[in-house]
């Protein structure tokens, strides 16, 4: 698997990231993140891409590097998860796809991707019932898991998951109407605002050419 991480830093709601990609160098990584908590203090949140692929190996230069289609998606994943979706982890369908049948995750978009077809995302910003009694400290909130302390998230999830269908169906005023609803019960879930943002600038109309998936620019 392939994975890009993002640290957010939040000091008095001024917001620094850093990437730690694999094609990047450790030290640069271990300085910038040295220096981030030196200046911003040691609480800091945490997202990360997830994608499953193949990555070829640099060892010609002192520093390796890994580069493939795959790890570009994947730090394409991990922009989005803090500047798009809003979610602690963004999955790809193929990474998600190789997770404990235990572990839940939710749908939340379907993308294009540079090669290759479209990629249905995934988040996990919610817990099973064994998840919420095992590791009661993940009910803390933050901005980014909004569902965490959810009691009813497998409701929510669901309703969630009609209204982004019918947005997929290029039905948008009927999943304007749900993804609405979701948003008056849980008004901090990113993922369905950011859903929502998108169909608004066509006056939830979809384009003539909608094929069930949208290009997110990072």
């Known amino acids: ?13 001024k917001t620094t990231t850093t990437t730690a990609a694999p094609e990047r160098k450790k030290d640069q990584n271990t300085e910038a ?13 945490l997202t990360a891409g997830l994608h499953f692929g193949w990555a070829l190996r640099n060892s010609v230069t002192a520093h390796e590097s890994y580069t493939s289609p795959h790890v ?10 803090s500047t798009v979706y809003g979610v602690p982890l963004l999955l790809s369908a193929d990474f998600a796809a190789r997770l404990h ?27 099973n019932e064994r998840q919420r009694t095992s590791f009661p400290h993940l009910l803390q909130k933050t901005e980014l898991t909004a ?29 304007q109407l749900i993804l609405e609803q979701c948003l008056h019960t849980l008004p901090g879930d990113a993922p369905g605002r950011s859903i929502l943002t998108y169909m608004a600038r066509s006056q939830f109309v979809p384009p003539s050419d ?6 997110i620019g990072l």
Request: glycine share 6%; proline share 1%.
């Open 1 to 13: 698997s392939v994975t890009s991480l993002d640290l957010l830093f939040d000091n008095n709601n």
């Open 210 to 215: 909608w094929r069930g998936y949208r290009t």
């Open 72 to 81: 570009h998606f994947a730090s394409k994943l991990q922009r989005a998860a």
């Open 147 to 175: 569902l965490f302390d959810l009691d009813d998230a497998r409701a929510y999830v669901d309703l969630f998951d009609r209204g982004l269908q019918l947005y997929l169906d290029g039905r948008w005023a009927e999943a």
């Open 101 to 127: 049948t235990d572990t839940h995750t939710r749908r939340i978009d379907r993308v294009s991707q540079q090669h290759g077809g479209p990629v249905v995302l995934r988040a996990y910003d919610f817990l």
């Open 33 to 45: 993140t040295a220096s981030l908590i030196a200046k911003h203090g040691a609480c800091f949140l």
